[in-house]
Structures are given as structure tokens and as C-alpha cells.
Antibody
Framework: EVQLEESGGGPVKPGGSLRLSCVASGFTFSNYGMSWVRQAPGKGLEWVSSITSSSSYINYADSVRGRFTISRDNAKNSLYLQMNSLRAEDTAVYYC????????????WGQGTTVTVSS | DIQVTQSPSFLSASVGDRVTITCRASQDISTYLTWYQQKPGKAPKRLIYASSTLQTGVPSRFSGSGSGTEFTLTISSLQPEDFATYYCQQLNSFPFTFGPGTKVDIK
């Protein structure tokens, strides 16, 4: 079964850091581009960051550039999001999602992990 | 950055109704547009990509069309399981912006 499973979310104080992980199974992870998408409580979807299959190209939303770092380890079938200098507005469910062709959007999504930034 | 708008933001419809949702991009994105369905507490599900290509396993009552700046998602006969929020996303260039969503509710 094709699956993505996120972990690493939780409560954190403003200015703090978290590292999200996403483990893939059931498909050849190294052939897929990957992204992080978030959804604040009661709000719509927001694209956060994407990385190509070989990590050659990485892009970030302006709202997270310089604070978040996306990376992947194809040997471990894993995607990561290092989040530093967290703000209240980063509070959201964070989804990882895969794309065989990035310009076709994301066909497989994880169940999401919740990040809550609050003092 | 490319801005993406959707209309309506909310619609109330009955089972069996034909429903059309519009997505507009602030500049030409060719056919680099994907539609997702999201139900409460669940991850989004891709319905259509490249403007009009139906995702495998998605019922044929869903269809997409458009190119350039204007796109539509049509549900030909609304079913109970279709009540959800629908999002479009442009994938022409980064940042890959989503539309604000259209919530389809039961009349």
C-alpha cells in the first residue's frame, strides 16, 4: 500500500524549533518529488516547500524562507522539515505529499502532523 | 507570484444537482492546474490534474476544463459523498499557490 506517515509535531514556544519527518512506503521514494503543505485551523491549504527527487531543486514559500529547511534521505525513504524561529502563525497541520510529476500536483498525502506554536 | 481565486466560496446544493466551481489564475498557467477534494479532518485527495485529466479511481461524474487563466471543476450529479471542500492549485511556477477553497454543503 502506498503510504506517507508524518511525525514530529507537537507544542512549541514562539522562537522554538521542531523537526518534522515523513516516511514513505509502498513506492519508490527516490523517484518522486516531495512537498510540505500546511493548513492552519479552520483555514485553507498553504504550500510550504518542495524538493525534487534528487534534492537538486528546492523551493520555499516566502512565509517560511530562511526559517524552514526541507531535506530528504532517499536511503531511508524519508522527508524532513526543519522548522526554526517558529511563530504563532506557523500553527497548522503539516502534510507531506508526493508527486511523480510536480506540475501535476500531489497524488499521495500523509495524514498530517499538528504543530502548535504558543507561549 | 501567481494569485489564485475560486468562486463561489460556498455553495449549497442537493443530491443529483450539477455543480460547477471556477478557479482563476492571475496570469497564464497553461493547463498546470490540479483540483483536490478535502473532507473534515482528512488529507486532501487529488481529483484532477493537468486541468482535465481524471485521477485513477475518481468517479467520472467529476470533470475539469480550462486553460490559461480560467478553469472549472464540474460534478455532473452530486452524490452524498461529494459534500466537501474543493481546492484548486496552480503548478505553473513557484510558489505553488492554492485557491481559497469552495465548500459544498447540503441544501
Amino acid at each position: 500500500e502506498v503510504q506517507l506517515e508524518e511525525s514530529g509535531g507537537g507544542p512549541v514556544k514562539p522562537g522554538g524549533s521542531l523537526r518534522l519527518s515523513c516516511v514513505a512506503s509502498g513506492f519508490t521514494f527516490s523517484n518522486y518529488g516531495m512537498s510540505w503543505v500546511r493548513q492552519a485551523p479552520g483555514k485553507g491549504l498553504e504550500w510550504v516547500s518542495s524538493i525534487t527527487s534528487s534534492s537538486s531543486y528546492i523551493n520555499y514559500a516566502d512565509s517560511v524562507r530562511g526559517r524552514f529547511t526541507i531535506s530528504r534521505d532517499n536511503a531511508k525513504n524519508s522527508l524532513y522539515l526543519q522548522m526554526n524561529s517558529l511563530r504563532a502563525e506557523d500553527t497548522a497541520v503539516y502534510y507531506c505529499a508526493s508527486a511523480v510529476a510536480m506540475d501535476h500536483g500531489h497524488e499521495v498525502w500523509g495524514q498530517g502532523t499538528t504543530v502548535t506554536v504558543s507561549s | 507570484d501567481i494569485q489564485v481565486t475560486q468562486s463561489p466560496s460556498f455553495l449549497s446544493a442537493s443530491v443529483g444537482d450539477r455543480v460547477t466551481i471556477t478557479c482563476r489564475a492571475s496570469q497564464d498557467i497553461s493547463t498546470y492546474l490540479t483540483w483536490y477534494q478535502q473532507k473534515p479532518g482528512k488529507a486532501p485527495k487529488r481529483l484532477i490534474y493537468a486541468s482535465s485529466t481524471l485521477q485513477t479511481g475518481v468517479p467520472s461524474r467529476f470533470s475539469g476544463s480550462g486553460s490559461g487563466t480560467e478553469f472549472t471543476l464540474t460534478i455532473s450529479s452530486l452524490q452524498p459523498e461529494d459534500f466537501a471542500t474543493y481546492y484548486c492549485q496552480q503548478l505553473n511556477s513557484f510558489p505553488f499557490t492554492f485557491g481559497p477553497g469552495t465548500k459544498v454543503d447540503i441544501k
